[in-house]
Nanobody, 115 residues
Framework: QVQLVESGGGLVQAGGSLRLSCAAS????????MGWYRQTPGKQRELVAT???????NYADSVKGRFTISRGNDKNTVYLQMSSLKPEDTVVYYC?????????WGQGTQVTVSS
C-alpha cells in the first residue's frame, strides 16, 4: 500500500505561480512512477505531468513550458511547479503513484486562478 498526501494548492492571480507537493509513504520501494492529474467536475481526470523512477518526464500539451515536475532527493516526494497560471488551470489536482499494476491517488488539492 502507498499513501499520498498533497499540499500547496490555493488561490493565485493569473500569471502567478504555485508549487504542489506530494509525499508518498508506505511501500514506496514499489513505486515506478509518480505524477499529477487534474479533474474538472463532470469531466474525466486528465494527465498533467508524470515522472518515472528513472527521471523521465511527460507533460500534457496544455502545460508544457509552464509546469515542471520533479522529485525530491529522497525520491518519496514529487513536486509540480506551476508558472504562468491561467484561469483555466483552476481545478482539483491529484497526485498519483504507480506501483506495479496498482495506481494510487491522493485526496486532491484545489488550485484556483483568478483573472
Amino acid at each position: 500500500q502507498v499513501q499520498l498526501v498533497e499540499s500547496g494548492g490555493g488561490l493565485v492571480q493569473a500569471g502567478g505561480s504555485l508549487r504542489l507537493s506530494c509525499a508518498a509513504s508506505g511501500s514506496i520501494f514499489s513505486i515506478n512512477a509518480m505524477g499529477w492529474y487534474r479533474q474538472t467536475p463532470g469531466k474525466q481526470r486528465e494527465l498533467v505531468a508524470t515522472i518515472t523512477s528513472g527521471g523521465r518526464t511527460n507533460y500534457a500539451d496544455s502545460v508544457k513550458g509552464r509546469f515542471t515536475i520533479s522529485r525530491g532527493n529522497d525520491k518519496n516526494t514529487v513536486y509540480l511547479q506551476m508558472s504562468s497560471l491561467k484561469p483555466e488551470d483552476t481545478v482539483v489536482y491529484y497526485c498519483t503513484a504507480v506501483a506495479g499494476r496498482v495506481i494510487y491517488w491522493g485526496q486532491g488539492t484545489q488550485v484556483t486562478v483568478s483573472s
